[in-house]
């Protein structure tokens, strides 16, 4: 099941990093460097890539019904939230070309994670397997039903 808690735990880390950043910017009245610019919007780009992936995921995960079109959904998604996220660093990034490349490899690292994390499955248990199995149960308990509404009780 995708957005397992490191989705949750990211989330709520870059939005950390984006209040840290701004507190640090109002404490020293600017920002001192590149890197911590480059952090801040490290850090926004994250709120906006990872609310992206997130609603995307959902989306995928309720319009899909086989497991191999919820792995090109994801990674579709995926790829699509990481432009978003890679944009916002990029664009606000520019002009300093080692910070923009740092925060921009980090960005690709975690996205890739992150969703190497949610195309694991687990070859024993698939959800075609468990909604067959549910099937049954439900079947066998009509039946029971059924034949107790038949014998009296």
């Not at 880390?13 to 507190?23: G, M, R």
């Not at 590149?34 to 989306?59: D, Q």
């Not at 978003?84 to 975690?110: D, E, N």
Request: proline content about 3%.
């Amino acid at each position: 099941m995708p957005l397992r808690f490191r989705l949750r735990s990211l989330f709520f880390l870059v939005v950390t990093a984006a209040l840290l950043s701004e507190l640090m910017q109002f404490v020293n009245g600017s920002r001192e460097s590149p890197i911590v610019e480059g952090f801040g919007y490290f850090a926004y780009g994250g709120i906006a890539g990872l609310s992206l992936y997130t609603a995307g995921v959902l989306l995928t995960m309720l319009a899909s019904q086989s497991p191999t079109g919820q792995r090109i959904g994801v990674i579709a998604v995926a790829v699509s939230s990481t432009l978003t996220w890679l944009l916002i660093v990029v664009v606000a990034t520019r002009l300093w070309i080692p910070v923009c490349v740092i925060y921009s490899a980090l960005v690709v690292v975690l996205m890739v994670i992150l969703t190497k994390g949610d195309l694991a499955t687990d070859a024993d248990i698939s959800p075609e397997q468990t909604i067959q199995r549910l099937r049954r149960a439900k079947n066998e308990a009509l039946t029971h039903v059924e034949q107790r509404r038949h014998d009296g009780h």
